[in-house]
């Protein structure tokens, strides 16, 4: 076992993310927004942290950070803008690491705070209910980001409280919600057409709850 | 419950499962589930369980499963990692998609602390994943750990196992002893010589098993085109000849017998010298 020790200091949605040659960014939130380190190998030191630029509002758990093949990180986040959420995005050369990160924001329709993903390209997504006030569940709904694009149309899903997504290369997708007494699943394509939902009950006892 | 896919379609989807308590003070299992699709075959495969819990204190189902992460790679092996009860106990599993994921046991644990939280699980499309976790410990403090997952289930190499010997004496029965285990040595060589020799096995080797992390540096490991089955090694035997047992012999305590002793003894340490001569040569 390889151990190193990074010390924080009041961190919150601590995220990391190695690549395989052991290059690994730690990325965490504080009151001040989103802090970094870089270490450039799995016998290396990890040097004072940093402040990645630009999030100040990030919304508790939704950071999500990558290192693609090449040796570019990305972080993105979630923070409130001025109509609604906004998903943040960071990325930065862990070639040149001082150059620092650039940063956008993107925003986004009035819903329930999303859930993020990010795949080792880069792509990011983003999944969330549209419930509407005094009921328990809403219209699911997604996006894709590429990351060399702009955000794909949104897509409604199904109905569900929330759900999780998980991004592939080229914009592809995958997501999971609660239904009944199981799960449905959908699969995205490089474009922006989803599989139509597919069910998977859980073990066959209705009495089983999962989470 | 978490999901990831691959490019191809391949995905995985861990969540976990309880059965409704009939009161508070009921301990039901809790299980930590897996379904896997295969984008070739365009369905999902059966359930699998990854790990079984009793847990039955604050928090429930949340708390005996925390921090699931779940990945797969371009060629479909999975991964999934989690925390569970016991303080925090971090474990993860894998499995190649040509093989079922294993069942940890509460013993199968890569970490232990007062708390600890996943990280990422990154897999590195070698057959294996970097899980990265946070874990703080009264006395040690907090550190970053990393560790490789490999996919595959292979056995740990054999300990070599030192016994004690028994009473020795200073006799003709114990010279017979001392020549039946220089000749044991000189046939146990012979048969790993030839072992050798006649090339090694697919079935040799354990699937999955040789990694990057067991090259040693300047080995170049590429990233396998193909899934590869995890099966566990069934080497060809190794085939020692049994001990030749000469009835008609005298055995006395004589120089020359001590010198026939050398002898074998000797050739045993020539033998292995020369599988030793192998390996360093690369032969």
């Known amino acids: 076992m ?3 020790k990074l010390t924080f200091e009041r961190p919150a949605d601590v995220r990391s993310a190695i690549d395989a040659t052991g290059r690994a960014v730690v990325v965490w939130r504080d009151e001040d927004g989103l802090k970094w380190s870089f270490r450039a190998g799995l016998a290396g030191d990890w040097p004072n942290a940093r402040a990645v630029p630009g999030p100040r509002d990030v919304r508790s758990g939704s950071p999500v950070l990558e290192i693609t093949p090449g040796g570019i990180a990305t972080v993105a986040w979630v923070e409130i803008g001025t109509s609604g959420w906004q998903v943040g995005r960071s990325v930065v050369d862990l070639g040149t690491p001082q150059s620092g990160w650039s940063t956008d924001s993107v925003p986004h329709p009035v819903g329930a705070l999303p859930t993020l993903a990010i795949d080792r390209e880069g792509d990011v997504g983003a999944i969330w209910a549209e419930v509407p006030p005094g009921a328990s569940t809403g219209d699911l709904r997604a996006a894709v980001r590429p990351a060399a694009g702009d955000w794909q149309p949104a897509t409604t899903l199904g109905t569900a409280a929330g759900g ?6 080229a914009g592809t997708a995958i997501a999971a919600w609660r239904s009944g007494d ?14 139509p939902p597919e069910s998977l009950p859980l073990s066959g006892r209705a009495s089983w709850q999962g989470r | 419950m978490r999901i990831d896919r691959n490019a191809a379609g391949d995905a995985v989807f861990i969540w976990r499962e309880e059965r409704e308590r009939t009161s508070s003070a009921e301990e039901v299992p809790q299980y930590l589930r897996a379904r896997r699709r295969s984008a070739a075959a365009a369905s999902w495969g059966p359930t699998e369980t990854l790990y079984v819990d009793t847990y039955n204190g604050p928090g429930g189902l949340s708390a005996a499963f925390r921090d699931i992460l779940a990945s797969i790679d371009p060629i479909a092996n999975s991964y999934a990692a989690w925390t569970g009860t016991g303080w925090y106990r971090v474990r993860a599993v894998a499995a190649s998609q040509v093989a079922p994921f294993s069942t940890l046991t509460e013993s199968d644990y890569l970490g232990v602390g007062d708390w600890a939280g996943l990280l990422s699980l990154a897999p590195t499309a070698r057959g294996e994943a970097l899980l990265a976790w946070s874990q703080w410990t009264a006395g040690l403090g907090g550190q970053v750990l990393v560790q490789n997952v490999p996919v595959g289930d292979c056995a740990p190499p054999l300990e070599f196992n030192e016994s ?13 002893i001392n020549q039946r285990i220089y000749s044991a040595a000189i046939r146990r060589a012979n048969a790993i010589d030839d072992w050798l020799g006649a090339r090694l096995a697919t079935r040799d080797l354990c699937g999955g098993g040789l990694t990057a992390s067991v090259m040693g540096q300047g080995i170049a490991v590429g990233p396998p085109t193909a899934p590869r089955p995890t099966r566990a090694a069934a080497p060809r035997t190794l085939k020692v000849p049994p001990a030749a047992v000469k009835t008609d012999v005298v055995f006395t305590n004589t120089v020359e017998q001590q010198r026939i002793n050398q002898r074998i003894a000797s050739k045993a340490v020539r033998l292995a010298n020369a599988i030793r001569g192998r390996a360093s040569t690369g032969g």
């Open chain 1, 182 to 195: 199981g799960y449905e699943v959908a699969l995205k394509g490089p474009g922006s057409t989803w599989s």
């Open chain 1, 164 to 169: 999780q997504l998980a991004v592939a290369a």
């Open chain 1, 2 to 4: 390889r151990v190193s």
């Open chain 2, 164 to 176: 004690e010997s028994g009473r020795i004496t200073l006799s003709v029965q114990q010279l017979r």
